[in-house]
């Protein structure tokens, strides 16, 4: 089943002689459940293309239908709301609430839906980030392997249609790096979520599904890595 569908989606900055064509007439589709992985050189379009599928940025034409959503469709309210709902962002510097416990981190998009927290799912998650011991440190009481835990429970928690990863491991040390791209993997298999990771690293890349490679603004190779 298509989860997420991108038709001729081009991005420019600018005008004019000055225009910046950030992305090009790109197109590709992804199933549930697919884990997959999107490198390119710096200023390639790749993380240009990220915020566009997570509703981040506008782009200049073409369409992003998030489970049949067209979300840019959407006035900026209803985009914000299924936002929270229905993609779970993972940044590369974690992006936490400096206030808020690890457990209302987490738990945010949730809360501001006002939706009760299912409390086993939240175990469940807990458990599986190794943060049962944290629920109840701030942000500055973690190592930056915790932090990039919480982001990812935080992505998780409301289970989105879509995860997309920007560089999640940009910031660790290779141990950290390891366990997070495992932890990744792990909720792709057990919960069926369909991740979607900007990196520059071939080597995480290829334990992807499937590997886009960006060139220019538009998708120079799209193979499949394990069918």
Same mark, same amino acid.
């Given at each position: 089943?298509?989860?997420?569908?991108?038709?001729?989606?081009?991005?420019?900055?600018?005008?004019?002689?000055?225009?910046?064509?950030?992305?090009?007439?790109?197109?590709?589709?992804?199933?549930?459940?697919?884990?997959?992985?999107?490198?390119? *050189?710096? /200023?390639?379009?790749?993380?240009?293309?990220?915020?566009?599928?997570?509703?981040?940025?506008?782009?200049?034409?073409?369409?992003?239908?998030?489970?049949?959503?067209?979300?840019?469709?959407?006035?900026?309210?209803?985009?914000?709301?299924? +936002?929270? +709902?229905?993609?779970?962002? @993972?940044?590369?510097?974690?992006?936490? &609430?400096?206030?808020?416990?690890?457990?209302?981190? &987490?738990?945010?998009?949730?809360?501001?839906?006002?939706?009760?927290?299912?409390?086993?799912?939240?175990?469940?998650?807990?458990?599986?980030? /190794?943060?049962?011991?944290? @629920?109840?440190?701030?942000?500055?009481?973690?190592?930056?392997?915790?932090?990039? +835990?919480?982001?990812?429970?935080?992505?998780?928690?409301?289970?989105?249609?879509?995860?997309?990863? !920007?560089? *999640?491991?940009?910031?660790?040390?290779?141990?950290?790096?390891?366990?997070?791209?495992?932890?990744?993997?792990?909720?792709?298999?057990?919960?069926?979520?369909?991740?979607?990771?900007?990196?520059?690293?071939?080597?995480?890349?290829?334990?992807?599904? +499937?590997? &886009?490679?960006?060139?220019?603004?538009?998708?120079?190779? !799209?193979?499949?890595?394990?069918?």
């Amino acid at each position: 089943m298509t989860i997420l569908q991108i038709n001729h989606l081009s991005k420019s900055y600018g005008k004019g002689d000055t225009a910046v064509k950030a992305l090009d007439d790109v197109s590709f589709s992804v199933n549930k459940g697919e884990f997959v992985a999107i490198i390119g *050189p710096s /200023g390639s379009g790749k993380s240009t293309l990220l915020h566009l599928l997570g509703g981040v940025d506008r782009p200049t034409s073409g369409q992003v239908l998030v489970d049949n959503t067209d979300i840019y469709q959407l006035n900026e309210t209803q985009l914000a709301i299924f +936002r929270r +709902r229905q993609i779970g962002l @993972i940044y590369q510097f974690y992006n936490l &609430i400096p206030v808020l416990t690890v457990e209302e981190n &987490i738990t945010l998009p949730l809360l501001l839906d006002q939706h009760k927290v299912d409390k086993k799912q939240f175990k469940d998650v807990i458990e599986k980030l /190794g943060l049962e011991k944290r @629920i109840n440190h701030l942000p500055n009481q973690l190592s930056g392997g915790q932090q990039q +835990r919480v982001s990812i429970g935080r992505a998780l928690i409301s289970n989105p249609a879509i995860m997309l990863a !920007d560089e *999640p491991t940009g910031n660790l040390d290779s141990k950290n790096s390891k366990e997070i791209i495992e932890l990744l993997k792990l909720f792709n298999k057990m919960y069926n979520q369909t991740l979607i990771m900007i990196t520059h690293d071939e080597r995480i890349a290829l334990q992807a599904d +499937r590997v &886009i490679s960006i060139e220019d603004g538009r998708i120079a190779k !799209d193979e499949v890595i394990r069918p």
